[in-house]
């Protein structure tokens, strides 16, 4: 195997495991928030809009980072 399909596989890795840390960390918050504001809740179609690009983004980089360890 090539060094650069090596390294390649390692960055896609690397990237993947951060977008997942996002994930739990992002997941947490939002829990940790929603229970601080048990009151003030938004609805859930205001968190889907606020969040989309968040969620749009992570997807993307989940599917970039596999199709980097998959694809070389």
Do not use: D
């Amino acid at each position: 195997m090539a060094l650069s399909t090596i390294l390649v596989k390692v960055v896609g890795l690397i990237l993947l495991l951060w977008t997942i840390r996002s994930i739990y960390k992002h997941v947490k918050e939002h829990r940790a928030e929603a229970r601080r504001n048990e009151g003030t809740t938004q609805s859930l179609s205001e968190q889907l809009l606020n969040n989309l690009l968040l969620y749009v983004w992570l997807l993307f980089m989940v599917v970039f980072s596999v199709g980097m360890m998959v694809n070389n």
